[in-house]
Nanobody, 128 residues
Framework: VQLVESGGGLGKLGGSLRLSCTAS????????IGWFRQAPGKEREGVPC???????YYLDSVRGRFTISRDNAKNTVALRMNSLKHEGTAVYYC???????????????????????WGQGAQVTVFS
């Protein structure tokens, strides 16, 4: 089982970036998948999550600017980030949570211990 993030890099304040997460060894369509980020000196926080049924949940500060989407045919999940802010500078990780995110309520979606497989992370740096 492996998750590999790609994309990210430098993004201008107010601009857009896209991250992609490619899975191997299992089918992403069968699990909940989330994106987390960790800024220097801060705890890792959940950004969005897509449950097994496709329900989506977002961190309040990114709702309306970030979009998580799946491409089950390619076994990938993407994170589109618009209207970038300086607070978006962080290492971003994709992670899977099996069926442990409640699809109806989202319970558990932002809890790191709910997730079992993690990618290696991709740096996003927002500059002005």
């Amino acid at each position: 089982v492996q998750l590999v993030e790609s994309g990210g890099g430098l993004g201008k304040l107010g601009g857009s970036l896209r991250l992609s997460c490619t899975a191997s060894g299992f089918t992403l369509g069968n699990v909940a998948i989330g994106w987390f980020r960790q800024a220097p000196g801060k705890e890792r926080e959940g950004v969005p999550c897509s449950s097994r049924t496709g329900s989506t949940y977002y961190l309040d500060s990114v709702r309306g600017r970030f979009t998580i989407s799946r491409d089950n045919a390619k076994n990938t999940v993407a994170l589109r980030m618009n209207s970038l802010k300086h607070e978006g500078t962080a290492v971003y990780y994709c992670a899977t949570a099996g069926d442990r995110v409640n699809s109806a309520t989202g319970l558990g979606w932002s809890v790191t211990s709910v997730y079992d497989y993690w990618g290696q992370g991709a740096q996003v740096t927002v500059f002005s």
